[in-house]
């Protein structure tokens, strides 16, 4: 990875250092406390979170969830790595300061203490009480700028609180691809202000709701793809690049299991079989309905085994991610 440029400014009034936090536009003198305001560069602003697991750490920790997860063949050590490729995939962050204040009548959740006898237990009512407060917090919102679910991928966490550096070109790792996004910011934009602007849940009364600072920018996150083969079969799975964890996988399926069900449903259904043979032959008027049951009973057979063959593989995907 090329680090970025670091470049030193100094005060024009006094030659002193000048401070700010990251992603702020507003510098300020350590010495004379003079403030200056950076200008705003033209487009959508873009940030990425650099990446922390490298390439030989993002196999290892493919092979140790293959080999620790209970559905993978016992032989799944033999797979081997043969590409891994680092991502980067485009999330809208919108944001803002909701300010405002809230008149009327609220429902809120309030524990109990309850007691029985020598028992003692605690139950959640809902109350209604009057409200009249102010209410000045920030809010985000996040959405995937490109059709994640054609990677096989779902929306990655992030949270106001993850470091991300300006992006530019030449400062990803060497051989690293970027998606573009496909959604206008500006309707990202209005999807968050009436998601900003929804009241809080439970208020029953008058609500009115301002925004400030508004402001969007698209964040770039890193994922590994990484692609393995088992048995001549080639499979994939992708690894966060941030954290090392496993985002969605597919791997070949341990069949003895499936065997062990399969032949136990055999014996259950030729069991059931034998059953309505004997009833056949040994009631005449109930022949109509043994001719119905057997059938059911060879349907379930069938699928049965189609559903044998079918799960072959196990797929995974993080939990928060869909």
Not at 173 to 181: I, P, S
Not at 182 to 208: I, Q, Y
Not at 247 to 271: E, F, K, Q, W
Request: glycine share 8%; hydrophobic share 45%; net charge neutral.
């Amino acid at each position: 990875m090329v680090p970025p440029a670091l470049r030193s400014l100094s005060c024009p009034n006094c030659a002193g250092s000048l401070a700010a936090q990251d992603g702020e536009r507003r510098l300020e003198c350590l010495r004379c406390g003079s403030a200056f305001l950076l200008p705003q560069p033209p487009g959508v602003p873009r940030r990425y979170f650099p990446v922390r697991v490298e390439r030989l750490r993002a196999a290892g920790l493919a092979k140790k969830w293959l080999q620790e997860n209970p559905d993978t063949p016992p032989d799944i050590d033999s797979a081997v790595v043969v590409d891994a490729h680092l991502l980067y995939v485009p999330i809208w962050e919108a944001k803002a300061y909701v300010v405002g204040w809230e008149f009327g009548r609220k429902f809120r959740a309030r524990q109990e203490l309850v007691r029985q006898g020598d028992d003692e237990y605690i139950v959640i009512k809902m109350i209604e009480e009057g409200v009249q407060e102010g209410l000045f917090t920030e809010r985000r919102f996040y959405r995937a700028a490109t059709d994640l679910a054609a990677l096989g991928i779902g929306r990655p966490q992030v949270s106001g609180r993850d470091f991300a550096l300006p992006y530019s070109a030449g400062e990803l790792e060497e051989g690293a691809a970027v998606l573009d996004n496909n959604d206008d910011c500006e309707l990202v934009m209005a999807d968050a202000r009436r998601a900003f602007l929804r009241p809080p849940m439970g208020t029953a009364g008058s609500v009115k709701l301002f925004l400030l600072r508004e402001a969007i920018v698209l964040l770039y996150y890193p994922f590994w793809f990484l692609q393995y083969t088992y048995r001549g079969r080639r499979y994939e799975i992708t690894i966060d690049g941030r954290y090392g964890t496993v985002h969605s996988a597919r791997a070949p399926a341990d069949n003895r299991r499936g065997i062990v069900v399969l032949l136990g449903s055999y014996v259950a259904l030729a069991a059931a079989l034998g059953v309505v043979v004997w009833v056949w032959a040994g009631w005449e008027n109930a022949r109509e309905i043994v001719v119905y049951v057997g059938a059911v009973i060879v349907a379930l057979t069938v699928g049965v085994y189609w559903r044998f063959r079918l799960i072959r593989e196990v797929e995974y995907h993080a939990p928060f991610s869909h």
